[in-house]
């Protein structure tokens, strides 16, 4: 979708009053029929300059919870939103660069850093879920339980395959903690792969490998390709995992779209938004939970 600069709108605006002054001039239908369709075109053009990017995480999108919540964003106010999915890390160094309006993340020490060097004003809590390590089926290294530490350490002695995103995301800095949490140096897991990659393609490996993983559940949930694999640790409080949403400070980077950006923190945490993100559910489970209030 083309996005229309300000300096065109203001042009457009310009070419429909001028175009207007003279249509009065001229009498008869058809002035007034090219006029509406002018007016409908040039709308309609400056309708489609009301963009935002987001950066976000892989998980946000592979979960599919934006493809359920941008078009009623859309209906309710007219904005385009326009996602940009990476590991939180490079979600985050996107928007440092300015080339995003808005941050939606789910690492909490990454987001105060973020608050801190200047590039947000503030946080917005906006859901959570969890993590889930999933794993084969048949568990030969005895991993499954709900205390994710005995479960890395289990790995760990086993020396079984595991699947790292390596890639600064917010579900990769989990896992790392959960490793210094189990006083485990995962470059001692011989089997330990480093993917770099987002968390769809983390567990297609893991699937096609048969190997362990941390993930969101959301995506796992999400994910079609999982036979043979299941969730074999949750319900430990260490894996709960909390979502933010900042809005690039225009201090740093005055082409970010604050206004714009403001509406669609607005609407996340709104009953109405909120409501949406409660709503998006997959075989009956509820993916996200609200946190807004």
């Known amino acids: 979708m083309a ?8 042009f457009i605006k310009r070419g429909i009053y001028y175009m207007s002054t003279s249509m009065r ?20 053009l400056l309708a489609k300059a009301e963009s935002i990017v987001v950066a976000s995480t892989t998980s946000t999108e592979q979960s599919g919870l934006f493809a359920h919540l941008l078009p009623e964003f859309k209906r309710v106010t007219g904005i385009d939103v326009k996602v940009v999915a990476l590991g939180t890390g490079q979600a985050l160094d996107l928007a ?40 084969p089926t048949s568990d030969v290294a005895g991993a499954k339980g709900k205390d994710m530490v005995k479960a890395l350490t289990a790995l760990a002695k086993a020396q079984a395959p595991f699947i790292s995103r390596g890639d600064k995301s917010g579900t990769h800095a989990a896992e790392q903690r959960y490793f210094a949490m189990a006083n485990i140096d995962p470059t001692s897991m011989t089997q330990l792969k480093s993917c770099g990659c987002g968390m769809g393609p983390a567990l ?26 299941s969730i074999l640790v949750e319900g430990d409080k260490r894996l709960f995992n909390p979502y933010s949403v900042m ?7 005055p082409q970010v ?19 949406h993100i409660a709503a998006y559910k997959i075989n009956g489970q509820q993916l996200f939970f609200p946190s807004a209030n």
Request: charged share 25%; with cysteine.
């Open 3 to 10: 996005i229309i600069s300000p300096a065109c709108a203001g």
């Open 25 to 44: 001039k001229i009498k008869g239908k058809f002035s007034f029929k090219v006029l509406a369709v002018i007016a409908t075109f040039s709308v309609a």
């Open 96 to 135: 440092r660069r300015g080339d995003a309006d808005i941050a939606f993340v789910h690492d909490e020490v990454a987001e105060k850093k973020f608050v801190e060097e200047g590039f947000s004003d503030k946080r917005y809590s906006v859901m959570y879920n969890d993590f889930v390590l999933i794993g």
């Open 204 to 229: 297609n490996i893991a699937a096609s490998t048969q190997a362990y993983l941390v993930a969101d559940r959301g995506t796992w949930l999400n994910f079609k390709n999982n036979a043979g694999m």
């Open 247 to 253: 809005i690039v400070s225009n201090k740093k980077h």
């Open 257 to 275: 779209k604050t206004a714009l950006a403001q509406k669609w923190v607005d609407w996340l945490i709104s009953k109405e938004g909120q409501a």
